[in-house]
């Protein structure tokens, strides 16, 4: 006996990814749907070896459906969400909609699956953020060793998190350097991201903080621990899919550099990467299509008491994104959705 599962958004980057990972991880499924908006009715979207034509979310019964996997952006989740929710289907949401609900549990299943418990309130569960689910599958295990007061994380964050537009304007501008064209390439981005990097990601917050930037802050405090101070810049660079983020801790109390090296690479999700010789460390077109979140360049910050600096790594689009929400899936039906 599996589930009946619904993948909301099924043509996008995430929604796609979230297919193929359903299949990868052989989730027991006993009937999939593949929802989307009208504009994209009737495209074809693989999972595993079949072929799904896609069907209109907006009229869609969720009724007797077990799970959907939403990948669309706030409005349609907003329209959507808790249509499928009332109608007893849970909600597994990509988007940040309910990520800062108090009502609404925020997942990392190798961080703080305990938090689930509390899905039913509303029968949605949130995904993180991309760039909060790896640095935090980094983060929780040294802070459970010994408390992380601080974390100033900086991240190079790939044009694959704008969606398949920012994936198209990445490689449409680099062609067009190369071979000027009089087309006009599209302005996902605020200015050339060909060949440049941008510090900007979401929209500006009073303190001159991005939405981005905040996420990050808002989610490590739920996911991981409140008191954690964390300050972020959120940078985006010409990289397709792959987000990587150099992550300074200041601890309460002194953390060699070896222990926690040892402490990864003992982490759920975690792979340790870290040689001091070249390439002795991950870039972010090594960790496509990976399921890990890679951590390098681990070494003692020797400007504060109880420093230490890091280099992550992972797919955004799966640990990110679609990696995160299967998990959850796998984790909701193991303890409160069990078949057969
Ligand atoms: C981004 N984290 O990278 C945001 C949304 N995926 O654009």
């Known amino acids: 006996m599996g589930y009946k599962i619904a993948v909301v958004g099924a043509t996008g980057n995430v929604g796609r990814e979230m297919l193929n990972i359903l299949s990868e991880r052989a989730f027991p499924v006993d009937e999939i749907a ?11 979207v693989s999972f595993g070896d079949t072929t799904l034509k896609t069907q209109d979310l907006a009229t869609f019964d969720f009724a007797g459906w077990d799970i959907a996997l939403f990948a669309v952006g706030s409005d349609a989740t907003k329209d959507q969400a808790p249509r499928a929710a009332k109608a007893g289907c849970v909600v597994i949401d990509n988007s940040s909609l309910y990520r800062y609900d108090p009502d609404v549990p925020l997942i990392v299943p190798e961080i703080n699956a305990d938090a689930i418990e509390g899905y039913s309130k509303k029968n949605i569960i949130a995904n993180p953020n991309c760039s909060t689910a790896q640095m ?6 040294l802070h459970d060793r010994t408390r992380i007061k601080r974390v100033v994380v900086s991240t190079y964050q790939s044009v694959s998190g704008a969606g398949k537009d920012g994936i198209d304007e990445l490689w449409d501008q680099t062609k067009s350097i190369y071979n000027p064209t009089d087309d006009k390439p599209a302005t996902t981005f605020t200015k050339q991201i060909a060949f440049n990097v941008i510090p900007h990601i979401g929209g500006f917050m009073e303190d001159g903080s991005t939405q981005e930037e905040w996420k990050m802050v808002a989610e490590t405090k739920k996911i991981v621990d409140p008191s954690i101070k964390v300050t972020a810049t959120c940078v985006r660079v010409p990289v397709f899919v792959g987000h990587s983020e150099a992550i ?18 003992e982490a759920p999700g975690v792979m340790v990467i870290d040689k001091r010789e070249d390439g002795g460390y991950v870039s972010p077109t090594e960790c496509v299509g990976d399921f890990a979140t890679f951590i390098s360049r681990i070494r003692q910050d020797s400007t504060i008491d109880n420093g230490l600096n890091l280099w992550c790594v992972s797919d955004n689009l799966r640990k990110g994104a679609a990696l995160n929400a299967v998990q959850i899936a796998e984790l909701l039906g193991s303890r409160f959705l069990k078949k057969g």
């Open 34 to 44: 593949a929802l989307a908006s009208r504009r994209s009715l009737g495209s074809e």
């Open 136 to 141: 935090v599958v980094a983060l929780k295990p």
């Open 248 to 265: 300074n801790i200041e601890f309460e109390d002194f953390l060699d550099e070896e222990e926690a090296r040892d402490i990864l690479r």
